[in-house]
């Protein structure tokens, strides 16, 4: 009896799983066989309410359902690559992985760096490992420095932190939990510090 159900368990995934690989497919996705297999109807819906991939116009044109189908596997579809790096085929007007469109351009090349020989898209201007510039023409930004005062720490909120702590100690000193000795020799160490 348990044999009887896992082969028409198996059956009836086969069956599933060719309807949804077939649905999936001419939505422009590959695979789906598996959705069809597992879930059986339920699989059907998810792949079946996928959006479909826009078809290039050369894709859409009518071909025979016999004859052409077999000799169209024969040669290499050409392909084209999107600006995020992934190869689509040529019947695919965006790319199904970042939604751009084909019409975005394709690709640039990679540039090598002349000073560290690292590759870096041909977008970029300096570059990505040491910083340098990819062209001639691209000038580094002169580096301003900075003025003395800005590099030199505050003053004023030294002593306010200096005051706060003075009146701290003092409030302590009051409570009775630092003795005389610890008391001066802690206003001794702040007011050093000042």
Same mark, same amino acid.
């Given at each position: 009896?348990?044999?009887?159900?896992?082969?028409?368990? /198996? *059956?009836?995934? $086969?069956?599933? #799983? @060719?309807?949804?690989?077939?649905?999936? !497919? &001419?939505?422009?996705?590959?695979?789906?066989?598996?959705?069809?297999?597992?879930?059986? /109807? *339920?699989?059907? $819906?998810?792949? #079946? @309410?996928?959006?479909?991939?826009?078809? !290039? &116009?050369?894709?859409?044109?009518?071909?025979?359902?016999?004859?052409g189908?077999?000799?169209?596997?024969?040669?290499?579809?050409?392909?084209?690559?999107?600006?995020?790096?992934?190869?689509?085929?040529?019947?695919?007007?965006?790319?199904?992985?970042?939604?751009?469109?084909?019409?975005?351009?394709?690709?640039?090349?990679d540039?090598?760096?002349?000073?560290?020989?690292a590759?870096?898209?041909?977008?970029?201007?300096?570059?990505?490992?040491?910083?340098?510039?990819?062209?001639?023409?691209?000038?580094?930004?002169?580096?301003?420095?900075?003025?003395?005062q800005?590099?030199?720490?505050?003053?004023?909120?030294?002593?306010?932190?200096?005051?706060?702590?003075?009146?701290?100690?003092?409030?302590?000193?009051?409570?009775?939990?630092?003795?005389?000795?610890?008391?001066?020799?802690?206003?001794?160490?702040?007011?050093?510090?000042?």
């Open positions: 009896m348990i044999g009887y159900l896992i082969v028409v368990y /198996v *059956v009836y995934g $086969l069956i599933f #799983g @060719f309807i949804t690989r077939h649905v999936a !497919s &001419s939505k422009g996705y590959d695979g789906g066989f598996l959705w069809g297999f597992f879930f059986g /109807v *339920v699989g059907l $819906l998810v792949v #079946g @309410f996928r959006p479909n991939l826009a078809v !290039s &116009s050369a894709a859409s044109e009518y071909k025979p359902m016999y004859g189908a077999l000799q169209e596997k024969d040669h290499k579809e050409p392909s084209w690559t999107c600006v995020c790096g992934s190869v689509n085929p040529g019947r695919l007007d965006y790319c199904p992985i970042c939604r751009k469109s084909r019409d975005q351009g394709e690709r640039p090349q540039v090598k760096c002349p000073h560290c020989g590759m870096n898209n041909a977008s970029r201007d300096f570059c990505v490992l040491c910083d340098q510039p990819l062209r001639d023409d691209v000038v580094l930004p002169a580096k301003s420095a900075e003025p003395a800005a590099q030199k720490p505050d003053e004023s909120h030294a002593q306010d932190e200096g005051i706060a702590l003075l009146e701290k100690l003092a409030k302590l000193h009051q409570d009775g939990i630092l003795t005389d000795e610890e008391f001066a020799q802690k206003k001794s160490e702040i007011l050093s510090k000042l």
